[in-house]
Structures are given as C-alpha cells and as structure tokens.
C-alpha cells in the first residue's frame, strides 16, 4: 500500500523496507568497520559517557547497531507469531 501524495510505501511496509535496507547496510559493513564499532563501544562504555554523539561517524555507529538490534527483534517476533 503506497501513500496517494508521495508515493511512498505505508504500514507494514515501511517496517519491511528499512529492515531490508539496515540488513543490506549490516551486511555490507567490513570486518575491519566492524572492529572499530566494537572498540569504540567498549572505550564508550569504560569511560561511561554519555550525552551528545562526538562525530557523525559514532551517530552512524550507534544507528547501524541499533538497527541491526531491530532487526532481530522483528525476526524474532516474526518467528514466534508465525510459529504459534
């Protein structure tokens, strides 16, 4: 179902749509990008801050985890709603 304004997609998929993009953008991520989420997160998470994104680059790190984190909650709904 699209939108009769814009032309965009509505209701359920719009969900669909950004887990197919966050699944393409996770998955083309390297080995090496990946290492360096990870390491920022622990040195985030020794220090402890909080409050604003540093860089442009930490925001993007923490939307790509947390998309990638929505994605398996959303396969796991699925899986249990459709198994039942």
Request: hydrophobic content about 30%.
């Amino acid at each position: 179902m699209t939108s009769y304004l814009s032309g965009s997609p509505t209701g359920k998929q719009v969900l669909q749509d950004l887990i197919k993009t966050a699944k393409e953008r996770y998955r083309n991520i390297s080995k090496e990008e990946i290492n360096k989420i990870v390491d920022e997160y622990k040195e985030a998470k020794a220090t402890k801050a909080k409050g604003r994104h540093t860089s442009a680059k930490s925001m993007m790190n923490d939307v790509v985890l947390t998309m990638g984190a929505v994605e398996n909650e959303v396969i796991r709904s699925f899986c249990s709603t459709a198994c039942d």
